[in-house]
């Protein structure tokens, strides 16, 4: 195993996926569940976001030219979808979530576009295609990509102790402080879309 790729892989994504940052935002969306409905959304997340970053990590680039959908159309239909999951933080909508939308919040916007959003799913796939094609390689970039995903199921694993110490009341402001953060996230996503394909059309023209 390449150990110096496996430290690239290992910083670059740890630094895009952020796990703390990430606890306002797991806190917001799974505060009012009870303990074991807050871990399985946590594993159920992590476990989405590996397997994505795993499938555009293998096909990634292939399966946008078959589809014909450029990068920046995935990095703006991630800003939408946040844009929507704010506004239900801001409103105070997931207030009182029930066990039908566990997996829900687990898959949208935790496991994606947040844990494997477009930065991930970017930087992943350009760690493959600079590779040589080695085994070696490619064990360092999975093992990468594994450790940083374990170090984010950690993170929302032991987020608990966060939640005994706000309590509801501080909860429910953490909820509404993380959802004016994750709709600034979004704006920026959708920002950026837009400027990539205006640089895309721009050089085309």
Partial sequence: MDLKLFGEVFVTLLVIVDPPGMVPIFLALTGALPA??????????VALALGVIVVFAVAGQT??????????????????LLILVALELLTGKTDEPTTQSTSNIALVPLG???????GAIVATMLFVQRSDGSAAEYVSIG???V???LSVW?????SGVIV?????GGIEVLTRIAGLLLAAIAVQLIADA???FVRQYAAGG
């Fill in 164 to 168: 005994k110490i706000l309590r509801p």
């Fill in 63 to 80: 399966l946008l030219d078959y589809l014909h959908v450029d990068l920046p159309a995935l990095q703006g239909a991630g800003g939408l």
């Fill in 112 to 118: 994606t576009p947040l844990l494997a959003g477009p």
């Fill in 154 to 158: 950690l993170v929302l694993r032991f």
């Fill in 143 to 145: 093992a990468g990509i």
């Fill in 36 to 45: 074991r409905q807050r871990h399985r959304a946590g594993t159920q997340a």
């Fill in 147 to 149: 450790a940083v995903m």
């Fill in 194 to 196: 837009v400027a990539a």
